[in-house]
């Protein structure tokens, strides 16, 4: 990892103007952060937000929001890092409506583990074949960027598969959300599972749909094959979703999946969801993020909890989900800060909602080389979709726990889902 000299001050750094240039946009991230991007973006204010977190306001011209997303990752070794928002105004906005101190110390659910007969049910059947499929076919796509026709087809194409899943389910309902100004003409994906003994607590997976080509220069035909970054979230909610609907199964709380559009150049399309559910009073209990789930290579832990920007009790309850379900199965955990910014938790933690995320393995040297380029494919992970396995069994421990599972019978033998 590069390091760069401290400073105490923020100073204007000129940035190159040329006639007829993109519009400009604005990003709000880590004070360390800016300093990494400071060859591209221009400080308008500094801020320090409910956490403590020192923060930069910058400008940046949109056409070179890639490059901003590579400097992150080559610089600090991780994905995302910042907020993107079309007007100054919005951007601080955002920094005046934080309540990422609400999110991280508050609990908005009791969780406890006594869903065991649903969840253990579900594990065995996971399907690797499965998740590499879908990994395969949003990886197909030129790109999946937000500004381009193939970012709209793509997010088309998981609505459906979503929907084909709940076939003949009243009580679900697949959706493009398109209220985000900000992410062009590719919309995020809802699907809905209705609860029905506490249908006003809302239960969220979701994962980001799109790609990007760190050199791609704001390019609609760039290739961004992403599938890591993040074809693989989709892939495990995919068969999360699979899974349990197969079963039959009916959650006590409404339970959301969600692909985000537009997280590469902001995380806009999951804050706009998060912004307009806190503006609506809708009450989510609990986020799980699910972000690059499939590399894994050399002697490393198989999974790791994001320590920062997340919310504490939903934290030490992931730890008792994998220590419950992932642990028996030979699997082992870790930790990893993320920083600020890295990924769509991020979005909720700021609009007050409990969010928590697990993160891949990756190598000794931290995790997927690949991402944002070219050479994120499946046949630089070995042409399997293993690793994500574990990931699936997460999230639907993580279901199963959060959403609960309603009593199918008042009295008799119980059905062979919930006897096992």
Same mark, same amino acid.
């Given at each position: 990892?590069?390091?760069?000299?401290?400073?105490?001050?923020?100073?204007?750094? /000129?940035?190159?103007?040329? /006639?007829?240039? $993109? *519009?400009?946009?604005?990003?709000?991230?880590?004070?360390?952060?800016? *300093?990494?991007?400071?060859?591209?973006?221009?400080?308008?204010?500094?801020?320090?937000?409910?956490?403590?977190?020192?923060?930069?306001? @910058?400008?940046?011209d949109a056409a070179r929001l890639e490059e901003a997303a590579g400097l992150v990752h080559r610089i600090e070794q991780r994905c995302g890092g910042f907020f993107a928002f079309d007007t100054r105004e919005k951007a601080e906005a955002f920094l005046?409506?934080?309540?990422?101190?609400?999110a991280i110390a508050a609990t908005q659910a009791s969780y406890a583990l006594d869903n065991q007969p649903t969840v253990v049910h579900w594990l065995p059947q996971v399907?690797?074949?499965?998740?590499?499929?879908?990994?395969?076919?949003?990886?197909?796509?030129?790109?999946?960027?937000?500004? @381009?026709?193939t970012g709209r087809e793509s997010a088309e194409w998981i609505r459906d598969t979503w929907a084909s899943m709940a076939a003949g389910r009243s009580d679900v309902t697949t959706e493009l959300f398109t209220a985000c100004a900000a992410c062009s003409t590719q919309p995020s994906v809802v699907l809905t599972i209705a609860g029905t003994t506490l249908p006003d607590e809302v239960v969220v997976l979701g994962a980001h749909l799109d790609s990007i080509n760190g050199n791609g220069g704001g390019s609609p035909v760039q290739s961004a094959p992403g599938a890591d970054d993040d074809a693989?979230?989709?892939?495990? =909610?995919?068969?999360?979703?699979?899974?349990? =609907?197969?079963?039959?199964? *009916?959650?006590?709380?409404?339970?959301k999946f969600m692909g985000y559009a537009a997280e590469e150049v902001g995380l806009r399309g999951s804050n706009a969801i998060a912004q307009a559910y806190r503006g609506a009073g809708v009450d989510v209990v609990a986020v799980l993020q699910v972000?690059?789930?499939?590399?894994?290579?050399?002697?490393?832990?198989?999974?790791?909890?994001?320590?920062?920007?997340?919310?504490?009790?939903?934290?030490?309850?992931?730890?008792?989900?994998?220590d419950a379900y992932l642990a028996p199965l030979g699997h082992t955990r870790g930790t990893y800060t993320c920083g600020y910014g890295c990924s769509d938790h991020a979005s909720w933690t700021n609009a007050g909602? /409990?969010?928590?995320?697990?993160?891949?393995?990756?190598? /000794?040297?931290? @995790?997927? $080389?690949?991402?944002h380029t070219t050479s994120d494919t499946l046949a630089m992970?070995?042409?399997?979709?293993?690793?994500?396995?574990?990931?699936?069994?997460?999230?639907?421990?993580?279901l199963g726990e959060t959403a609960k599972t309603r009593a199918m019978h008042t009295g008799g033998p119980l059905p062979p889902m919930a006897r096992r």
């Open positions: 990892m590069e390091q760069h000299d401290r400073v105490s001050t923020i100073a204007p750094v /000129p940035v190159a103007t040329v /006639p007829g240039s $993109p *519009r400009k946009v604005f990003l709000v991230s880590s004070r360390e952060t800016f *300093r990494g991007l400071s060859g591209l973006a221009r400080p308008r204010r500094a801020h320090r937000d409910a956490t403590g977190t020192d923060l930069v306001v @910058s400008e940046v005046r409506s934080d309540r990422s101190t609400a399907r690797e074949s499965r998740i590499r499929d879908t990994i395969a076919h949003l990886s197909s796509y030129q790109n999946r960027y937000f500004a @381009s026709a693989s979230g989709i892939a495990v =909610l995919t068969e999360t979703l699979r899974i349990a =609907l197969a079963s039959g199964w *009916r959650p006590k709380r409404t339970v972000d690059m789930t499939n590399y894994r290579a050399g002697a490393v832990q198989d999974m790791k909890l994001v320590t920062d920007y997340s919310s504490t009790s939903l934290k030490a309850f992931f730890v008792q989900l994998f909602y /409990p969010a928590a995320m697990m993160f891949e393995a990756g190598d /000794p040297g931290g @995790s997927f $080389p690949y991402i992970m070995g042409d399997t979709a293993q690793p994500s396995v574990k990931f699936a069994q997460f999230a639907l421990a993580f």
